[in-house]
């Protein structure tokens, strides 16, 4: 009896996704029963989901590194390992920079962010485990679309919450902070679209 390959690229692509839904939640959820006096502690546990995911990348880069044959190119599995591992590291450095400048207060628009960003991973996961199929799945594009689509949502709100920020607020210091903040929520879902990008140009080259 063949034994399966255990760990194969594309259910590493998986899991590490998995670990940026998880850091995604733990983000949306700190933001939306925020206390600022337990920051400290709940930066531990998003590290250590952080840390989880580039474990899981050195696992991919391991096996890459011992293998001759590869289901796509080397350097594509390369890319995308790094560009998922981009998205769990925004997702930390959204979380970091809350704590960081001293943020007290929550506006609105950064839950609607944090919302649109649990939604844009989550397609984002579903689109990897399509992947290893993607010839024969009926799904993997609309996934891709649907990437895309969150993606642009989170545009429309970066560009709401920031008009609003520079039109209402008087304070410099808040400013600053939530320039930044916003900054960093938009890239968070620019990240998931360059994943999904990538995963569309694959597809088109091995089509």
Avoid at 169 to 188: G, R, Y
């Amino acid at each position: 009896m063949i034994r399966k390959k255990e760990n194969n690229y594309f259910e590493l692509f998986v899991e590490m996704a998995d670990y940026s839904l998880q850091a995604a939640n733990e983000l949306h959820q700190v933001l939306t029963n925020f206390k600022a006096g337990e920051l400290s502690e709940i930066l531990k546990s998003m590290h250590e989901i952080e840390h989880a995911g580039d474990a899981k990348k050195h696992d991919l880069i391991k096996k890459l590194v011992s293998e001759f044959m590869t289901p796509i190119e080397r350097e594509d599995i390369m890319q995308l390992s790094e560009e998922i591992d981009n998205v769990i590291d925004s997702i930390e450095d959204a979380l970091l920079r809350t704590y960081m400048f001293n943020i007290s207060d929550i506006r609105s628009e950064a839950l609607e962010f944090t919302e649109i960003i649990v939604k844009c991973v989550s397609a984002l996961k579903e689109t990897l485990l399509e992947f290893e199929n993607f010839r024969k799945s009926s799904t993997i594009k609309q996934n891709i679309v649907e990437v895309n689509r969150l993606e642009e949502i989170g545009d429309g709100i970066y560009i709401r919450a920031m008009r609003r920020l520079y039109t209402e607020n008087s304070d410099p210091i808040s400013v600053m902070a939530w320039t930044v903040m916003f900054d960093q929520l938009e890239k968070c879902c620019d990240k998931c679209e360059h994943v999904a990008d990538i995963i569309e140009d694959v597809i088109m080259k091995n089509s």
